[in-house]
């Protein structure tokens, strides 16, 4: 079983649609990173939360911890926001840092 | 800032032949972490430095793989003899520290695609 997991894997979206990807994870967790890698591979951290929710333009971040649950949303979607989307936490350990990777979802926005 | 460089683009070598990576983080961070990325495993911690330590070297997958970090602002990995199963994109990525002990936004850099013939 993967300490992190994240849904859909494929997702085709028409622009200007909201978008939602879902990560949940078994693990305790200090911090929860959102990345985006591009299609030319070069990969952007978008969030790093710990707590509630974040905004940066279009994309919000929001995190449970209680749930173990994170989700990441995309208002009024365009193509450029083509890319896959990776999902990461951080869990402590007694040296050191642990982290773990979802497997990404694969978002495609069509014109 | 020009971000987190790393060199070569692209790296295309034989088996058993050592190869190097090489990654010049953002001037002043703190953290600095290298990562492999592969189809079949997607993306992968391989090790971390803090103020140029080894933190943690936990996901290195094999001895024929090492890494240093000689001062804050160079990094290497490398590998030797090289296999056709460590053909990947190899990031290299780095953060501030804020107090947040490496949890903070790492800044990524363009990654270095190795191919092991």
């Known amino acids: 079983k993967n300490e992190v997991e994240q849904s859909p894997q494929n997702l085709t979206a028409q622009e200007g649609e909201f978008i939602t990807i879902n990560c949940s994870y078994s693990?305790?967790?200090?911090?929860l990173h959102w990345l985006q890698q591009h299609p030319g591979g070069g990969i952007v951290s978008l969030f790093m939360?710990?707590?509630g929710k974040k905004k940066h333009g279009r994309l919000i971040a929001t995190i449970n911890i209680q749930e173990k649950h994170s989700s990441l949303h995309i208002t009024a979607s365009h193509p450029r926001d083509s890319a896959v989307y990776i999902c990461?936490?951080?869990?402590?350990?007694?040296?050191?840092?642990?982290?773990?990777f979802g497997t990404g979802t694969s978002l495609t926005v069509i014109p | 800032d020009a971000g987190v460089i790393q060199s070569p683009r692209h790296e295309v070598t034989e088996m058993g032949q050592e190869v190097t990576l090489r990654c010049k983080p953002i001037s002043g961070h703190d953290y600095l972490f290298w990562y492999r990325q592969t189809m079949m495993r997607g993306l992968e911690l391989l090790i971390y430095?803090?103020?140029?330590?080894?933190?943690?070297d936990s996901g290195m997958p094999e001895d024929r793989f090492s890494a240093k970090m000689p001062n804050a602002s160079f990094s290497t990995l490398k590998i030797q003899p090289s296999e056709p199963r460590d053909s990947a994109v190899y990031f290299c990525?780095?953060?501030?520290?804020?107090?947040?002990?490496?949890?903070?936004?790492?800044?990524f850099g363009p990654g270095t695609r190795l191919t092991v013939l």
């Open positions: 939360l710990s707590s």
């Open positions: 990525a780095s953060s501030l520290d804020r107090g947040l002990r490496g949890t903070d936004t790492q800044y």
């Open positions: 430095f803090n103020n140029n330590v080894p933190i943690d």
């Open positions: 693990v305790g967790i200090s911090a």
């Open positions: 990461a936490v951080r869990t402590p350990k007694v040296a050191g840092n642990q982290f773990y």
